[in-house]
């Protein structure tokens, strides 16, 4: 079996957990590939494992069984872009902060390595993004290549900037013009994040549907709206400081205003495992602190 591991710093009290983790996949003579940057981390830490490859990249990856990310759900959106049309599984162990998509606490890492040996796990098959840039005609390569993100678009204002104007069209037919500090198109997976926090709609995970909420809107009417994963969608954008900036997920760059954005369904999917005792909606309870009396 192969698997490779990605992650980002982690607590003192972790270091144990983490060394188990090593640990166990040694007793098992798992074949380990490490990205270069969590190598330099445990390195660092003292952590032994053993790894002999290493990536650096996509192109580097090996032909792994499954990706491990240790971190939050951002260091499980980096996996996502490693392994690209490929559908690795990837299981998330949150040794981070929230976790809606790293599920795993540290605590649990022996026993959910079990249950992956064992083949006791799901496949939740989440939708992702894809976007083509264009400028005066001219394709754009904003994200050297990985064109795609399992959480959302953005298109917002820069730092500097008042606010932008996002002509929004469904399928070639006009839909509104937004006045906004941006807009974001989320994913059912990405409607816990950005989306979450400009006041957009949560749904469940695995629905067909993307949701357009815009950032602080000048029109107080305009609400969020939610489309099918069949819709194309495209954008044109208008801003005083004639630039912008276009995000997929965690990555972001600043960019011309006149370019023109559509926005699709990714041809293929990101293959998220779900361990036996793993429930959506006990993470919802659980992170958003649903159902506490805050007087108490």
């Given at each position: 079996m ?14 144990p ?30 952590i ?19 990706v ?70 001219e ?70 549907i993307?949701?357009?909420s ?53 041809q ?29």
């Open positions: 192969k698997i490779a591991i990605h992650g980002r710093n982690f607590k003192d009290e972790t270091k957990f983490v060394q188990t983790m090593f640990d166990t996949l040694a007793n098992k003579n798992i074949e380990l590939q490490i990205s270069e940057s969590y190598q330099k981390i445990l390195t660092e830490v003292g032994i494992h053993s790894a002999t490859t290493f990536y650096t990249n996509q192109k580097d990856l090996f032909d792994a069984n499954f491990l990310t240790l971190g939050g759900d951002g260091t499980l959106l980096d996996a996502v872009t490693h392994v690209g049309d490929r559908e690795t599984p990837i299981l998330g162990i949150n040794t981070g902060r929230l976790g809606f998509l790293a599920t795993v606490s540290p605590d649990q890492i022996e026993e959910s390595l079990q249950e992956l040996f064992a083949e006791n796990y799901t496949l939740d098959q989440r939708t992702l993004v894809s976007i083509d840039s264009r400028l005066n005609g394709k754009l390569d904003i994200f050297s290549g990985v064109n795609f993100g399992l959480n959302e678009l953005g298109i917002m204002k820069t730092d500097t900037s008042s606010m932008i104007m996002v002509r929004a069209y469904l399928n070639g037919e006009f839909l509104n013009t937004y006045w906004a500090d941006g807009l974001i198109i989320a994913t059912a997976t990405g409607s816990t994040g950005y989306n979450l926090s400009v006041g957009g709609p949560l749904v469940i995970p695995t629905s067909d993307f949701v357009i815009p950032m602080s809107p000048h029109n107080l009417n305009v609400r969020p709206l939610v489309v099918s994963t069949d819709s194309v969608m495209s954008f044109e954008i208008e801003s005083r400081s004639n630039n912008c900036l276009i995000s997929l997920d965690a990555r972001s760059k600043v960019v011309d205003s006149n370019i023109k954005i559509s926005m699709k369904r990714e293929f999917k990101a293959n998220l495992i779900r361990l036996s005792d793993t429930n959506f909606l006990n993470t919802l309870r659980s992170k958003l602190n649903w159902g506490f009396d805050v007087r108490n």
